[in-house]
């Protein structure tokens, strides 16, 4: 289970967080939407992105993270969002591969 946080430009109406698997809708005063909540894997975000891409919404960030196992780092470029996975490693900098 992954917790999301989705943030696109314009307001999506409250009543559309079932059609966006059951995420928290939250409007921002800078007029932005913030989704938020669990998703069941990598697979489950990319549907809810794809379906915000075809109500025609600018993504502004994606955050993910895996509960407990890793931290995501969000690259956004030229409105195209990479998402980049941190794994905790327990070994020194020195010895990761």
């Known amino acids: 289970m992954e917790l999301v ?4 430009r ?12 059951g995420l928290t ?3 921002t005063q800078d007029g932005e939407t913030v989704l938020s909540g669990p998703v069941r894997d ?3 975000l990319r549907g809810l ?3 915000i891409a075809d109500l025609g919404f600018q993504l502004s960030s994606v955050a993910s993270t895996r509960q407990g196992e890793m931290e995501s780092e969000v ?4 409105a ?11 070994c020194p900098p020195e010895q990761q591969q």
């Open 5 to 8: 946080e989705i943030s696109v």
């Open 10 to 21: 314009g307001h999506i109406a409250e009543d559309w967080s079932g059609w966006l698997g």
């Open 25 to 27: 809708v939250t409007h």
């Open 42 to 44: 990598q697979a489950a």
């Open 49 to 51: 992105l794809d379906r």
């Open 75 to 78: 690259h956004t470029r030229n």
């Open 80 to 90: 195209n969002t990479v998402l980049t996975e941190r794994k905790e490693l327990s």
